[in-house]
């Protein structure tokens, strides 16, 4: 079966613009987890805090040292629970506002079997992604070794093609987690036969809408910005800081949406033929 890629691609921005105060409720979840993860990464980073801060200032014209790169990539993998935590809690939420025209008093944020149920999904996806990413990385570096650059080019080409297969054929598990009430792998997997490249599509064109609103927001976020590296302190500072991390929750909240929505008309569309 097909479905027009383009129009599920704009899902989000209809769920936006019917729940509008639901979009700030997932705004606050997403301040929270942004505050968390930064609780965990400013350690991590705290050692190439002035090399960071002198790259920011300079507009990033010079390359970030190999410890910079380093901290950085911890950083990201401390992260991973937060995040994982963070759309176990959306994209249910997410979900729920698509099947329903009414809002809801608590923005369809819930806390129950759901929400568990997407975690597990999303869990099995990252670990399986993990594991393919640093298979590669480990296959690249014994190729490097045996055969030189060009087979170790080969070898990350071919890890690279996986992934992205990989990747595409597990995009509806978290969606039929939800729909079916159960974490099917299977379910997910079979969901995706024959629209490998609508999935991509559509990925691509949700991709670049996300893309643009997280541009335009960090335009209004720029003066704030410019304002701390400038080196605001005190009330001013705090404040500067408070909207820059409001603006940035907003941003990630309206994002999630605009990525996520997508997936949920896709996995729909291609369940229909086995309801009817």
């Not at 019917?18 to 705004?27: D, E, I, R, S």
């Not at 002198?54 to 401390?78: C, K």
């Not at 568990?116 to 670990?127: D, K, P, S, W």
């Not at 490998?196 to 064109?205: D, E, K, R, S």
């Amino acid at each position: 079966m097909s479905f027009s890629a383009t129009e599920a691609a704009f899902e989000g921005f209809r769920v936006t613009r019917h729940h509008p105060m639901a979009v700030l409720a997932w705004a606050l979840v997403s301040l929270v987890a942004v505050l968390g993860m930064a609780f965990i990464a400013m350690p991590i980073l705290a050692p190439v805090a002035d090399e960071f801060r002198g790259l920011l200032a300079s507009g990033f014209t010079t390359e970030p040292s190999a410890a910079m790169s380093a901290r950085f990539s911890y950083a990201a993998m401390a992260t991973i629970p937060v995040s994982l935590v963070m759309q176990a809690i959306l994209l249910p939420a997410i979900y729920r506002a698509m099947r329903q025209s009414g809002g809801d008093r608590f923005g369809f944020l819930r806390l129950g079997h759901d929400e568990l149920r997407v975690f597990g999904a999303q869990v099995i996806v990252t670990l399986v992604s993990l594991l393919v990413s640093q298979g590669g990385e480990m296959l690249g570096t014994l190729a490097g070794g045996a055969g030189g650059a060009g087979l170790a080019l080969l070898v990350e080409v071919v890890v690279m093609l996986a992934s992205l297969y990989l990747s595409v054929r597990l995009v509806l598990v978290a969606p039929a987690a939800f729909a079916q009430g159960r974490i099917d792998l299977k379910a997910g997997w079979t969901a995706t036969a024959g629209l490998f490249w609508p999935l991509i599509g559509m990925a691509i064109i949700a991709g670049f809408m996300a893309f643009v609103v997280m541009l335009l927001l960090g335009i209004v976020a720029l003066p704030i910005t410019v304002g701390m590296t400038g080196g605001a302190a005190g009330p001013a500072g705090l404040i500067a800081a408070g909207g820059l991390l409001i603006i940035l929750s907003l941003a990630l909240a309206m994002t999630t949406v605009i990525l996520v929505a997508p997936f949920m008309v896709a996995y729909r569309e291609a369940r229909a033929p086995a309801r009817a």
